[in-house]
T-cell receptor, first 111, second 116 residues
Framework: DAGVIQSPRHEVTEMGQEVTLRCKPI?????LFWYRQTMMRGLELLIY????????DSGMPEDRFSAKMPNASFSTLKIQPSEPRDSAVYFC?????????FGAGTRLSVL | AQTVTQSQPEMSVQEAETVTLSCTYD???????LFWYKQPPSRQMILVIR??????QNATENRFSVNFQKAAKSFSLKISDSQLGDAAMYFC?????????????FGKGTRLHILP
């Protein structure tokens, strides 16, 4: 299995632009998680899905953030409009039970 | 609420020596999982070791072992025969068992330097 695949690896954008991060979970995993990592706040859970349904989005910082999972093999995290304080590494992870497997992350820089 | 605390922001160890990373956690649950994840400069989060709270035996994976003290809510990671490739950020993490919500709570991390 290729593991959790995230794209792009790096994203540089200007303030106000829309940003879309993508994730392909491991086949057969029924949970998918989006995390944000910053130096100040560490790893924060933003939202997670079970069987494509959002279960808990209490970690989403603002309405500018949205996430979707249209099918079992694809999820997106969208920021619109983006702001410099959104600069961080965004991870996607998937699991079938107790172990979460992480993607390589997307480093987002908002100028 | 559950919390995970790593009190050592950074540590250094000589190559081939042994180092122990500390982690404490707070929970009212009796059944849960504990993890150590490694994040090298490549940024990939890699699972190092997992411990199930109902098991008294400490988990071991090659050069990595844990000291799980349930009463003290302590979960330290020991790395034996440290290698240059062990240099990374290490995160301690907690998750409740027997629940399908599957949220993991991470500590702030300990950056480990390996000195040649």
């Amino acid at each position: 299995d290729a593991g959790v695949i995230q794209s792009p690896r790096h994203e540089v954008t200007e303030m106000g632009q829309e940003v879309t991060l993508r994730c392909k979970p491991i086949s057969g995993h029924d949970y998918l998680f989006w995390y944000r990592q910053t130096m100040m706040r560490g790893l924060e859970l933003l939202i997670y899905f079970n069987n494509n349904v959002p279960i808990d989005d209490s970690g989403m910082p603002e309405d500018r953030f949205s996430a979707k999972m249209p099918n079992a093999s694809f999820s997106t995290l969208k920021i619109q409009p983006s702001e410099p304080r959104d600069s961080a590494v965004y991870f996607c992870a998937s699991s079938a039970w107790d172990i979460q497997y992480f993607g390589a992350g997307t480093r987002l820089s908002v100028l | 609420a559950q919390t995970v605390t790593q009190s050592q922001p950074e540590m250094s160890v000589q190559e081939a020596e042994t180092v122990t990373l500390s982690c404490t956690y707070d929970t009212s649950e009796s059944d849960y999982y504990l993890f150590w994840y490694k994040q090298p400069p490549s940024r990939q989060m890699i699972l190092v070791i997992r411990q199930e709270a109902y098991k008294q035996q400490n988990a071991t994976e090659n050069r990595f072992s844990v000291n799980f003290q349930k009463a003290a809510k302590s979960f330290s990671l020991k790395i034996s025969d440290s290698q240059l490739g062990d240099a990374a950020m290490y995160f301690c993490a907690y998750r409740r068992a027997r629940r399908r919500d599957d949220k993991i709570i991470f500590g702030k991390g300990t950056r480990l330097h390996i000195l040649p």
